[in-house]
């Protein structure tokens, strides 16, 4: 399973030769599939690291997701303080808002919504 030659640069000059020939200073080629020891060290790659279609999507979707939560709940605590708390004080108070507004931002994450209900009914 292991190779027992490797592809190196070594003074200045592409080579093949044998893995127990191998010194310090070798710069090993590695090309996609090539098998490598495993007691080497990596010195640089110039692979770039490009996001795909999918996750430049997602990623536009969490963003879209995410200011939704956070401008619900900025929008509930702003109608409480703005309308409930002057038309009816003794309905819900500070914290109680502050509660609210926690729950339906946590609301938005599928597993947060068990959560969200029972600091709404609490």
């Known amino acids: 399973m292991l190779p027992s030659t ?8 592409t080579q093949t030769v044998p893995l127990y020939s191998l010194v310090i200073g ?16 990596k010195l ?8 795909s279609i999918l996750q430049k ?3 536009k979707f969490v963003i879209t997701i995410t200011c939704l939560a956070i401008i619900t709940s900025s929008l509930t605590l702003i109608i409480w303080a703005s309308w409930l708390r002057v038309s009816y004080p003794n309905f819900i108070n500070l914290s109680g808002a502050l509660i609210n507004a926690i729950g339906v931002l946590v609301a938005y994450v599928p597993e947060g919504l068990p959560i969200a209900v029972t600091l709404t009914l609490t």
């Open 26 to 41: 070798d710069l090993i080629v590695l090309k996609l599939g090539t098998k490598i020891p495993a007691d080497i060290a």
């Open 44 to 51: 640089s790659s110039n692979t770039q690291h490009e996001s």
């Open 57 to 59: 999507e997602i990623t």
């Open 6 to 13: 490797a592809i190196v640069i070594r003074d200045g000059k």
